[in-house]
T-cell receptor, first 110, second 116 residues
């Protein structure tokens, strides 16, 4: 079974705070993990991906991966109102077979 | 370069009619995916094509749904005898190989289907 689980939220943080988004997946053999952002009425857009255990930083975004725990997270530092969106976790189970979580809705309040 | 394109952008149809949704992937992308997203919901996987391999149809919700990919490029998703619960945004994505076993997926703008 190919499952990707996310807390649907909504998650609300004040402007300038750190937003933490979490995701778990079912297949221990999964190799690559993705975070997408989706604004209301728009298509998902890729924020970043990670494939090695540990942290990967890109600007205000940090992805964290723990393969032993089958857990991946996204931290958004200095959150801005423009970060308000639904964040989708995606897992490449094998051979380019990508599955998505249900998404976490984030609201950043000014 | 050109991204993933989908047509039509909006489709309103009467219950019981058949509809065809089209996806033009990014040139050179070997993998193509169809997803469905109902209002306020996550992405529901429908079908996945990878090169010349048999497609993974495990997400198609019923036998009224079918998809094909011609010449390894353009794909058409067909819904027969549409029902009101088929109303959703249908998203297509194609993927490129980044390296190290990683494929980056790019989405089209979607087709909003409304069944009346």
């Amino acid at each position: 079974q190919k499952e990707v689980e996310q807390n649907s939220g909504p998650l609300s943080v004040p402007e300038g705070a750190i937003a933490s988004l979490n995701c778990t997946y079912s297949d221990r053999g999964s190799q690559s993990f993705f975070w997408y952002r989706q604004y209301s009425g728009k298509s998902p857009e890729l924020i970043m991906f990670i494939y090695s255990n540990g942290d990967k930083e890109d600007g205000r975004f940090t992805a964290q991966l723990n393969k032993a725990s089958q857990y991946v997270s996204l931290l958004i530092r200095d959150s801005q109102p423009s970060d308000s969106a639904t964040y989708l976790c995606a897992v490449n189970f094998n051979n380019n077979d990508m599955r998505f979580g249900a998404g976490t809705r984030l609201t950043v309040k000014p | 370069g050109a991204g993933v394109s989908q047509s039509p952008s909006n489709k309103v149809t009467e219950k019981g009619k058949d509809v065809e949704l089209r996806c033009d992937p990014i040139s050179g992308h070997t993998a193509l995916y169809w997803y469905r997203q109902s209002l306020g919901q996550g992405l529901e996987f429908l079908i996945y094509f990878q090169g010349n391999s048999a497609p993974d149809k495990s997400g198609l919700p019923s036998d009224r749904f079918s998809a094909e990919r011609t010449g390894g490029s353009v794909s058409t998703l067909t819904i027969q005898r549409t029902q009101q619960e088929d109303s959703a945004v249908y998203l297509c994505a194609s993927s490129s190989y980044y390296g190290q076993g990683i494929y980056e997926q790019y989405f089209g703008p979607g087709t909003r289907l409304t069944v009346t």
